[in-house]
């Protein structure tokens, strides 16, 4: 993103590093074959910080509109792209914090994360959150995959009309 240095562009990049992070520590978490409590305690820490930045943006967002694009669109149909993405993009992120608050909550788990005794993540298996928690993460992905292009897209495009 480019434009000044105010709050929703210092929000949107807190809450990329943190949603990087919490993607690629619970994708680790749940794919290794071995528990690490350090990246479960890690993956909570990264976690809240993207739930609660976007959480913030969310009520920014409903207090005083989105904010204004930094790249301009050529069509209806890209408006309407960008704005549904963009509004998931902030929704998502809260939908994985109430999820991921949901599991440790329904769980009873957090005394013992918080005291290094928790020993696997088999107690989440059956919990009603944890089956939205992994939809909601794959939807980030797609999502990112997504908004990720549209970045590459518009950055090429804005270095050809410059050298051209
Ligand atoms: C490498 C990672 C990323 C890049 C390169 C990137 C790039 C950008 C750019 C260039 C814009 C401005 C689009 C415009 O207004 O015309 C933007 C806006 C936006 N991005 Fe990202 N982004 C990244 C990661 C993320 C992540 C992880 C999220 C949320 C989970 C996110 C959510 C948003 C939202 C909601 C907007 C609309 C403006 C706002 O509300 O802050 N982005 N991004
Ligand atoms: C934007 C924020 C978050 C993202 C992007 C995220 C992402 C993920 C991902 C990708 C997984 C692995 C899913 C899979 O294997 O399909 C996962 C698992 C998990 N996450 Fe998160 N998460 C977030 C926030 C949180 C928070 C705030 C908590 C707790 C307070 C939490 C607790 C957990 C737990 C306990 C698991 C393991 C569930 C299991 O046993 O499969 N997450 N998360």
Redesign the pocket.
């Known amino acids: 993103m480019s434009g000044s240095l105010d709050f929703s562009r210092i929000a949107h990049w807190i809450i990329a590093g ?2 990087f992070a ?2 690629v520590s ?2 680790a ?3 290794s074959d071995a528990f690490s409590l350090t990246l ?1 305690q890690a ?2 820490a990264f ?2 910080v ?2 609660l930045f ?1 959480l913030i943006r969310v009520l920014s967002w409903v207090a005083r509109g989105a904010p204004a694009r930094i790249y301009p669109v050529s069509s209806r149909i890209q408006a309407l792209v960008s704005s549904a993405v963009h509004a998931a993009l902030r929704l998502v ?1 809260l939908a ?2 109430a999820s ?2 949901g ?2 909550a329904l769980s009873g788990s957090f005394p013992e994360i918080a005291a290094g005794t928790f020993s696997g ?1 088999a107690v ?2 059956t919990l009603p959150p ?1 089956n939205l ?2 939809a909601a ?2 939807l ?1 992905l797609g999502l990112l995959g997504l908004h990720i292009a549209a970045a590459l897209w518009h950055w090429r495009s804005r270095i050809r009309s410059v050298t051209s």
């Open positions: 943190a949603v919490a993607l619970g994708f978490m749940t794919r479960l993956h909570i976690g809240a993207a739930g976007s992120p994985l914090l991921g608050v599991m440790i993540l989440f298996e944890r928690h992994h993460a794959s980030l």
